[in-house]
């Protein structure tokens, strides 16, 4: 059986880019996005690799493609109708692995969710649902989303990200430590300014995912402006001291081999922050880490897989890293890890995705 593996970056444009700005333009300005592609990269067996615009797609004789996607079932979000418009010309099934649903201001429930997407787009996704065995997707509330609209060929798989040990056997992370920490955030949160004051503190390092000002000035001798660190950092501090701060603590990566090497080796002895990927990431590098669920797209990954969290409402109460890393609890990730796996290879075998995994019960954890 051939497979394609389908991405939804031309990869000929990334890597021919000039400059960091494009480079982040053609990963949809989030470089985390490379983490969950590369996990589902290193986990299948496939024939050719191709971008969801790729000719190659329509001619190739392929039994399924298989397509990383991320929170694509969103207000505004129309990529659905590109990827119907393939399948009205290829012969095969195209599976979304890791799809979830993500919130804007005003949309609390699935149900505005789903009110929100225009009904071509609608349309689209029940287009593609009719064509394949299931969606693999990120837990609950997207599941509630496809409901709504008459979708019910689904399995919950999380992220692919978190499907490390294809054994199925979870290997203990150490304690925490705040001797050498590592942290992310989103902007234009107002908790924001907290988790830049206590990575800061902690002597951390920043690592940036997304366009703003901090990026640029790591580029250029542009500095960041009061402004941006009033209305985007939350803090209260003058622009001089961020870029003191960024100058010295701040990375951004465009490659995933750059960004691992950076996490590897026992650097780092606890990571925390907003960015699913980026503590996704730390944990895949073995890095005690804890997730602050601070929109829906995190808070359902983080219940989904069982990992380490707090949400944005008691991080707010924390008021220094000791007692965040006392969050720090692997129990329920280890307890659940096997049988999650086998909820994934269950989604990819009644796909006919060809995989990696083995998964042996009786070994124990490491």
């Not at 960091?20 to 300005?29: A, P, Q, V």
């Not at 429930?109 to 787009?121: A, D, F, G, H």
């Not at 990120?138 to 989303?145: D, F, K, L, P, S």
């Amino acid at each position: 059986m051939k497979t394609a593996f389908i991405s939804a970056f031309p990869p000929e444009k990334f890597y021919t880019a000039g400059d960091w700005s494009s480079k982040l333009e053609y990963l949809s300005e989030n470089t985390g996005n490379w983490v969950y592609i590369n996990s589902l990269r290193k986990q299948i067996n496939y024939d050719i690799e191709a971008w969801l615009g790729d000719p190659a797609l329509t001619g190739g004789d392929y039994q399924v493609g298989v397509m990383p996607v991320s929170n694509i079932l969103r207000s505004g979000y129309e990529g659905t109708l590109i990827w119907a418009d393939l399948i009205e010309k290829t012969k095969f099934p195209i599976v979304p692995v890791g799809m979830g649903a993500q919130s804007f201001h005003g949309q609390t429930t699935p149900r505005e969710i789903v009110k929100s997407l225009k009904p071509e787009v609608v349309r689209a996704f029940q287009r593609i649902a009719y064509q394949t065995h299931s969606f693999g997707i990120r837990g609950e509330q997207t599941a509630e989303c496809l409901d709504l609209m008459g979708i019910h060929n689904y399995r919950i798989t999380g992220c692919p990200s978190f499907y490390q040990y294809q054994d199925g056997s979870f290997r203990k992370r150490k304690k925490p430590s705040g001797d050498r920490v590592v942290f992310s955030l989103q902007t234009a949160r107002k908790t924001t300014g907290h988790i830049f004051e206590m990575g800061a503190a902690a002597g951390g390092q920043w690592i940036m995912q997304g366009r703003h000002e901090g990026v640029r000035y790591l580029y250029s001798d542009e500095k960041v402006s009061d402004k941006f660190v009033w209305e985007k950092l939350f803090l209260n501090k003058k622009g001089a001291e961020v870029n003191d701060f960024i100058k010295s603590n701040a990375h951004i990566f465009f490659t995933l081999d750059e960004w691992e090497k950076y996490l590897a080796d026992g650097r780092f002895t606890f990571s925390f922050g907003m960015r699913f990927h980026g503590n996704m990431l730390a944990h895949l590098a073995g890095v005690p880490t804890v997730w602050i669920g601070h929109d829906l797209r995190t808070k359902e990954l983080v219940s989904a897989l069982k990992l380490p969290n707090v949400t944005l409402e008691e991080y707010r109460d924390i008021s220094d890293i000791d007692e965040l890393m006392a969050r720090c609890d692997y129990r329920d990730t280890e307890k659940n890890y096997f049988h999650l796996c086998e909820e994934y290879v269950r989604f990819l075998e009644e796909n006919n995705i060809a995989h990696k995994f083995e998964l042996h019960r009786e070994k124990t954890n490491e």
